[in-house]
């Protein structure tokens, strides 16, 4: 019993993991860096969401239209993310595209840059006040024999596979996906051959900033408390997930952005709480000692891979 | 050759500028008191009290034309700093506000974290610094210069424990606490201990920790909701309270949730709530239902700011009170800080009985007041209503 339900509550938390290391993944197959101001980026999402979201329900309570609730949870997603990817693409711009001849060393500082004027620049604008996420769907709760389930946790958890399988299909199947894959495999010569690397960069950055987003949003519902510091930890610690399932590897940030999440719920329920992090990230360690590549990375090779 | 002279030319200014600014003037005209609080970072309300506070106390210090002391007026400033919540920020404020601004005492931080870092510089340098609201006995512990306007964690564990056991009749009970942050770690050892005295050893059922900034605790409640807990105890900051009590639900949990004085803030209903409605917390005054001075000051503050000040800014409020009066007490500042800050400890250590509008107190030896706390009771409106009264 307790197993199931915390297998339930890893599911969940592995979610937002996967979304946020699918973005540092794309970005690096592409331009070989981390984008390290993506934590912050999931936190501008999350906060966009709460602007469209608080709209949307203001003017549904004016009585500007009608809509059902899951409806106003459906747009927020949707405009958040596509809100939120011209933020990606403006850090590209502003931040990365500059420095494209620059050493990777710098590129990288200019990540933690962006990432604190984000935060600081959330903090000018709304100040340090918590804000409450506007809860669009009542909470149900299941019970299952003793397990517990939340339909927020249902739609969490289905949402983020969604989305992954749907970014892998773009990437496979469309040409714009081709062309990423392309561009992963060698980004110096592709782009002589007609591939125009700022373009695929700004789209890059704007489909890792759109998931990003969605992982704010789904955040929001579940954790109704958002703050400007809120995206560090967590974008940590999906990094550490992109590094775990191997750079550049789709399916790789995916799978281990979930394995992040079991091991940190199942360590707390085995070992004291007190030792959570200290044990999980000594696990992830080792798994690094034996896969230095992580599970579908291959050595000296950064291509985008299934 | 030429850059050499620019850069040289630069630093003698700036070193001539510098030493002007350290040899200004500094006269005994005007008295500074530091005010320490967590103004962004984790708990941004309770610097916003903080500050609301200080500045209704110094209106009403510069409506009677500044502070009499010793048959003198002075001028009194503010010099308000944010520690954003953080030790190591407040630490350095402290040193700043002493041997840069030239504070005469400070008051804050309000967060034990902050505050027993900062009492412990405070005290090396030579400062009298009262916390309004850090129960944690660390901070004032063989600090001479350190003192608090609050009562003290190893009084609230049991206050708190006791309350359990006297309103539910429970004998099991669970405890989910930060432990990288000094109150919440020590206030869940305290009542440990007190409950376990009360029911025997091993009647803390489940004793779980997460760390700053956790968000899920998924886990962790699993754990506490299938140990046979009847009740959960979280000494946690209102941003926490919010996640912790509906996830706890969200997980099947339909016991009681009791907390302690770090939940007395305004914002606590606004980011919980109707989840957090019925739950029970210790704290130190209960705003709905209060009389004479407290009232007065409450409606002051609503009418000012639009909201019912909290805890921190009534224990803020009750703090500037004692500086004052201990200022007062000196009979006379000489001018020389050093001697004065001497001086303010000394009176502000001799305060033997003080009214304020958390009730009234007495001061220990360690500069601890001694005063009775108050359960209070999270209504069907999300209003803190007055449940009891506990003296010590």
Sequence with gaps: MVLLQNLINALQWGSFYALIALGYSMVYSILMLFNFAHGDIFMVGAYIGFGVASALIALTTMGAFALPNWLILVLTIIFSMFL????????????????????????????????IILETGNLALLGAQRVSFPSMVDTTTYDLGGVFVTNKKIMIVVVSLLLAAALHQFIRRTRYGMAMRAMAFDYVVVPLMGVPLNTMAAMTFALGSALAAAAGILFGVAYP???????????????????LGGRGSIMGATLAGFLLGFIEIFVAMIFPSTLRDLIAYSIVLLILVFRPHGFFGEAYSARLRL | MKK???????????????????????????????????????????????????????????????????GKKYKVELVIEDNESKAESAVAVTTKMITEDGVLAIVGPQASKQAIPAGGKANELETPMISPWSTNPDTTKDRPYVFRGCFLDPFQGPVVANFVRDEFGFTKAAVLYDVASDYPKGLAEFFKEAWEKINGPGSVVAFESFTTKDTDFSSQLTKIINSGAEVLFTPQYYNEVALIVQQAHQLGWDKPIVGSDSWGSAETVQLCGKDCYGLFFSTHYAAAGATGATKEFIDRYNAKYGYVPDDVGALTWDSMRIVQQAIQDTGGLSGDIKKDRKAVRDAMAKIKEFDGITGKMTFTEEGDPIKCAVIVKISDTGEFEFYKSVCP
């Design chain 1, 84 to 115: 939120t990817s011209f933020v990606g693409m403006i850090v590209e711009r502003v931040g990365y595209r500059p420095l494209r001849a620059a050493p990777r060393a710098s590129a990288a500082i200019t990540g933690l840059m962006i990432g």
């Design chain 1, 225 to 243: 408390v958002l703050d400007p510091y809120m995206g560090i930890l967590i974008g940590w610690k999906a990094f550490v997930a992109a590094i």
């Design chain 2, 4 to 70: 050499g002279v620019l850069l040289a030319g630069v630093i003698i200014c700036i070193a001539v500028v510098a030493a002007f600014y350290a040899c200004g003037p500094k006269g005994p005209e005007t008295i500074k008191i530091g005010i320490n609080a967590p103004i962004t970072g984790d708990i941004p309300k309770v610097g916003e009290g903080t500050k609301y506070a200080a500045e209704m106390w110094l209106e009403d210090i510069n409506a009677a034309g500044g502070l009499e002391v010793g």
